[in-house]
């Protein structure tokens, strides 16, 4: 038997991490079983689908390795919409389902106001088919599902506890329950592996699939994702778009290494550890069925780490849409007014061990691209005190008779005009950086002048001067 697993994502917003999750857990099971993976789009909530949504999915699936062409699909549930009806009206024919229109009010009214259930009022008055009535399952009076699930043992429900729910709205068209049921049938899925979410929606289902006659699934619920107060994330609360992710700069090797530790670990004392050895070493059963605590900051430490692993010229590749608004990802928050290659090249190692996020390295060296920098006013009050004005007078007169405009050199001669004042360094540097750089903190001061030259060095720190008088 091949195995053959699918993700199905429905296009209704921004692609969720725990999508990004579900979708590679789903695509290593598949290689590691030499099955294949499918991609079904389930757009069948008409009012609610957006076709760029759709197109969301197929990219951020490309971004985290799940690539265009290198899978089955994608395919759309509405394509599968004469099978789903056929699928309803077979379970009618066989007496597996029935026809009735109660309103909610009706069955209150018969049960009391609080029951939100149905009371099977229909399953044998012969209601036939007509504007308004529902299709509904009828579920077993008697026994128990019981589901086989790779990551929770056997979770089983009891079949008198299962209402007889809708298969088929009052227009005819078949709800999600059935529509799912019958595209995995269709599909010749064996497997399906998705969240937690949708185990309540299993014992329904695998009655759909006995009652159609078809051996269901094997079913494997991977655990529901949290935020830091365990609360299910929520596209309202947290931030849980993969497309957002990637916009801040984060690698796509650092997301989908962090989002396999969801609920799982590789051996050792583990965490950061090649796609290969995840791929080899990841396994279902494994994988832990308590909430998984998605931590932001986690995420964020692991990808300082990839970009630090990142061989040079590749992390100024990374870099470069951030840098000149080039590539895919989202513009730039800044315009450079004269981008240089080589200057940035100069600058990229001091700034890799330093930032986080790609994005960052916009406020790291938009000083080098601007014709003069973008002053944090904050900054400069807090650091531009009473002897600064003096301090950069001096500075300028020493730099202005260097020889070697160089680092090295920068650093003895600043750090000779703040001795004359019986101050340290840092406390020297400090007027000097707000004047060229605009920031308080960023790369290495003496390195970052250098790589500016002495005329836009010189030229910034005297108008900072003039703008002390
Ligand atoms: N379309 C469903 C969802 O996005 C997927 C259901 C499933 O994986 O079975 O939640």
């Known amino acids: 038997m091949t195995v053959r697993v699918r993700f199905a994502p429905s296009p ?7 999508g990004a999750r579900s979708a590679l857990q789903n695509w290593i ?12 789009i389930e757009d069948t909530d008409a009012a609610r689908n957006k076709p760029e949504w ?6 951020a699936l490309d971004w985290i390795g799940i690539s265009r062409g290198s899978y089955e699909g994608p395919h759309f549930q509405s394509e599968n919409a004469g099978e789903h009806r056929a699928a309803a009206a077979r379970l009618y024919e066989s007496g597996r389902a029935y026809y009735c229109d109660c309103t909610r009010e009706d069955v209150q009214a018969r049960t009391g106001s609080q029951y939100q259930g149905y009371d099977g009022y229909h399953r044998d008055r012969g209601l036939g088919p007509g504007p308004g009535h529902a299709l509904r399952f009828r579920t077993p009076d ?3 599902t019981v589901v086989v699930d790779l990551i929770r043992g056997e979770p089983t429900f009891e079949n008198k506890l299962i209402e007889d729910f809708v298969i088929a709205r009052g227009d005819g068209s078949p709800v999600f329950l ?9 599909m010749g899925i064996t497997h399906v592996i998705r969240a937690e979410e949708h185990l309540p929606n299993t014992p ?31 596209k309202r609360r947290d931030k849980v778009a993969l497309e957002a992710y990637r ?12 989002l396999m530790l969801l609920g799982w670990a590789p051996s050792g004392d583990r965490e950061i550890v090649p796609w290969s050895v995840i791929e080899e070493e990841f396994r279902l059963e494994e994988v832990n069925p308590s909430p ?9 430490a692991f990808n300082g780490d990839y970009i630090r692993a990142l061989p040079v010229d590749e992390f100024i590749d990374a870099c470069q849409p951030w840098l000149t608004g080039t590539g895919t990802i989202a513009p730039p928050p800044w315009q450079p007014e004269e981008f240089d290659a080589d200057a940035f090249a100069a600058v990229a190692p001091l700034a890799q061990t330093r930032i986080t996020v790609l994005s960052e390295i916009v406020p790291n060296v938009d000083f080098l691209f601007l014709a003069s920098p973008l002053i944090d006013e904050a900054a400069w009050a807090k650091t531009m005190k009473d002897g600064s004005a003096e301090l950069l007078d001096e500075a300028v007169a020493a730099f202005e008779a260097l020889e070697s405009w160089d680092a090295e050199s920068l650093k003895s001669t600043l750090e000779a005009v703040g001795a004359e004042r019986g101050l340290k360094l840092g406390k020297t540097q400090a007027p000097v950086r707000v004047a060229v750089t605009g920031r308080t903190v960023g790369l290495p001061l003496f390195e970052s002048l250098e790589v500016l030259g002495r005329e836009r060095a010189l030229t910034r720190m005297r108008a900072a001067r003039l703008r002390l008088v």
């Open 29 to 40: 099971y598949a290689k590691q079983q030499g099955g294949v993976f499918v991609l079904r």
């Open 12 to 18: 209704t917003g921004m692609f969720h991490v725990g």
């Open 204 to 234: 329904k289902q695998q009655l759909l699939w006995d009652a159609l006659g078809v051996k269901p699934p094997i079913w494997a619920h991977v655990p529901v994702v949290v935020n830091e107060k365990r609360q299910k994330l929520s």
């Open 292 to 300: 998984a605590f998605f931590d932001e900051k986690k995420l964020r």
């Open 142 to 144: 008697e026994g128990a």
């Open 247 to 258: 916009e801040e700069g984060y690698l796509p090797g650092a997301m989908r290494n962090y």
């Open 178 to 186: 059935l529509a799912n049921v019958v595209d995995d049938m269709t």
């Open 54 to 59: 759709t197109e969301g999915i197929l990219s």
